[in-house]
């Protein structure tokens, strides 16, 4: 018996995971997005309110002196709402659209800045879309799908319409609590790394629906 | 009784293999996407450690912004800390597996496996603190410079995993080979000598195939039980260098001591140790910062320190149980002194050739996490 017992412990340990990193996901974000659209009723691109938790809204920050203590103005850190538009490129700003079925391509963002509001980091941009789209559904989602970010829906208002045409209206799907199946592979996730291509992350996507019949 | 026994030893070679396995697939998984359905339902318990250790962690900061006006919070941080220190060690880091293997490899005690894991949480935390004191205290750097200091010395404590692992593959490489050709001696005095000795090639084998390196190794221990020793065959690595066997090897009863451990055991242990410990954890770097930020660091100094405090139980209960898994391995190999021994050999390998895994594994992974400043460049 006690021979079992310890084979069996000699087992998990040596299947547990062994590499670096903590377990996902590292940073959380609270957003709001609000959906733009031009006088002719089509659609121009998204405008985000990403909210860092306190914990990384104070890493983050860290080293950036402001003039007078804990106040951080906007030209403060602009150089750091600079590096991370540059850096969440590659990411593709984790927003991924679609209008009637067909994939929305963004443009770089515009009016990109962050805000402090101790204790949290807001980060503020605009997605253009390439070209403006007249889209009858639009379905769109806000997942890192490498799941290390965090996002969650901002509670009290999540997402708002700008400019849509009257019969337009907005809906949201909260992502599912994640199953412990699901937390055991976020949990592995540094050891066993998703493939760059997949989309692991989808499951847990934020999805705004804009319904324009 | 003696089928008990060969089933043990199957099962220690098992792990060894499923363990190999794992790894090769975490290896390959940038080229085919790991089904998440590959979660076995055992899981289940380590998915609620998961959840519970990333609640403790989000609950810190409250912790910690509330202990600047209340002496009770102060204690709620420290109760908290050590808490997620304990939860946080079951997921993935903190040398478990580092510690482990090197302890399985080298016959330590557990008295020296739970001084060791001590030791080495012990580092991490002093190496966060000395960390966020220099840059963000003295120096007054930009998250991006923490991060890229971190991330140097991930690198240099992964490069010494890999270099200790070597080290230890190429001993224990020996002895195997020592083992197996002392099993086979009196009938294979014809045996054609190979001209390198077949550690070196051994080791060589190892690098080139990097993860697969258990795997191939534990079968060929295999191979070498069926056709190469007993059957008196020129087995794989049942040639090689003849001139030790006499001298440390009496009859296969039982390794030379010193030979294996050896009285610089200790300061092995500890530059195992250290190189693991070396890296810092980011969440105890992120609290640290947060703490500072509201003007409280020294309560981030504590708090971290118990974390590790924490980290060091689990990690401990963890190298306690490989060494009593060795430790029953060895009973039943001691009860059979040829092939006993053998498979103690080659489980001594095959956890060397893990720890080389592991820090290949370690090093690949932080090419793959530079994302993880993805917000601070």
Redesign the interface.
């Known amino acids: 018996m006690i021979?079992r017992t310890?084979?069996s412990?000699?087992?998990?340990?040596?299947?547990?995971?062994?590499?670096?990193?903590?377990?996902h996901?590292?940073?959380?974000v609270t957003f709001h997005s609000e959906l733009l659209y031009a006088a002719d009723g089509t659609m121009t691109g998204v405008r985000h309110a990403w909210t860092?938790?306190?914990?990384?809204s104070?890493?983050?920050?860290?080293?950036?002196?402001p003039a007078k203590k804990g106040q951080y103005t906007r030209e403060d850190l602009a150089p750091?709402a600079q590096?991370?538009v540059?850096?969440?490129k590659?990411?593709d700003y984790f927003t991924y659209a679609r209008g009637d079925g067909k994939k929305l391509k963004f443009n770089e963002p515009v009016d990109y800045w962050l805000e402090y509001k101790n204790?949290s980091l807001i980060?503020h941009f605009t997605l253009p879309l390439k070209a403006p789209a007249a889209v009858k559904a639009l379905q769109m989602e806000i997942y890192d799908p490498?799941i290390?970010?965090d996002f969650e829906f901002a509670k009290d208002k999540p997402v708002s319409l700008n400019g849509a045409p009257a019969q337009c209206s907005a809906t949201y799907d909260l992502p599912h609590q994640?199953?412990?199946?699901?937390?055991?592979?976020?949990?592995?996730l540094?050891?066993?790394?998703?493939?760059?291509?997949?989309t692991?992350g989808e499951i847990f996507a934020n999805k705004i629906l804009v319904k324009c019949p | 009784m003696t089928r008990s026994r060969t089933l043990s030893l199957i099962v220690m070679a098992g792990l060894i293999i499923a363990c190999a396995g794992a790894l090769t697939s975490a290896w390959s998984a940038p080229f085919g996407a790991p089904h998440p359905s590959a979660v076995t339902s055992s899981s289940g318990l380590i998915g609620w450690i998961f959840a519970e250790q990333a609640a403790f962690y989000r609950s810190l900061s409250g912790y910690i912004r509330a202990s600047k006006q209340d002496g009770v919070a102060m204690w709620e941080l420290l109760g908290i800390s050590f808490l997620y220190g304990v939860f946080h060690a079951v997921g993935p880091g903190h040398g478990k597996a580092v510690i482990s293997s090197y302890l399985v490899a080298n016959e330590e005690t557990w008295r020296r496996g739970v001084v060791l894991s001590f030791v080495s949480a012990g580092i991490q935390s002093v190496v966060a603190v000395v960390i966020v004191a220099i840059a963000a205290v003295l120096l007054g750097a930009t998250a991006k410079a923490i991060g890229l200091t971190v991330h140097l010395v991930e690198i240099v404590s992964y490069a010494l995993v890999i270099l200790i692992g070597l080290r230890l593959f190429y001993v224990k490489g020996r002895g195997f080979l020592l083992a197996c050709r002392e099993l086979s001696w009196r009938p294979t005095h014809e045996l054609v000598f190979a001209a390198a000795p077949a550690a070196m090639r051994l080791s060589a084998v190892a690098l080139q195939s990097s993860v697969r390196g258990p795997g191939a190794m534990a079968i060929r221990a295999g191979e070498c039980q069926e056709d190469g020793c007993e059957a008196h065959v020129h087995g794989f690595q049942c040639d090689g260098n003849h001139d030790h066997h006499a001298s440390a090897w009496g009859h296969a009863h039982g390794p030379e001591p010193t030979a294996l451990a050896g009285a610089g055991g200790w300061r092995r242990g500890l530059a195992a140790t250290a190189a693991v410990g070396l890296r810092p954890c980011s969440g105890a770097i992120i609290v640290l910062i947060f703490a500072l930020a509201q003007d409280l660091f020294w309560t981030g100094v504590g708090a971290t320190l118990i974390m590790g405090l924490g980290t060091a139980a689990t990690v401990a209960a963890i190298a306690t149980a490989a060494v009593g898994a060795r430790g029953l391995a060895s009973r039943v190999a001691k009860t059979r002194a040829g092939f006993g021994m053998l498979a103690m050999r080659a489980i001594e390998v095959g956890a060397a050739a893990l720890i080389v895994a592991f820090g290949l594994l370690l090093l690949a992974g932080y090419m793959a996490s530079e994302q993880l400043w993805m917000f601070t460049g």
């Open positions: 021979k310890s084979c412990c000699a087992m998990l340990l040596l299947l547990l995971p062994v590499c670096g990193a903590e377990a996901p590292h940073v959380w860092f938790d306190d914990m990384f104070a890493y983050a920050i860290q080293g950036t002196s750091l590096l991370n540059e850096s969440l590659e990411y204790p980060l490498s290390f970010v994640p199953t412990t199946a699901e937390q055991a592979r976020l949990g592995q540094d050891v066993v790394p998703l493939d760059p291509t997949s692991y």
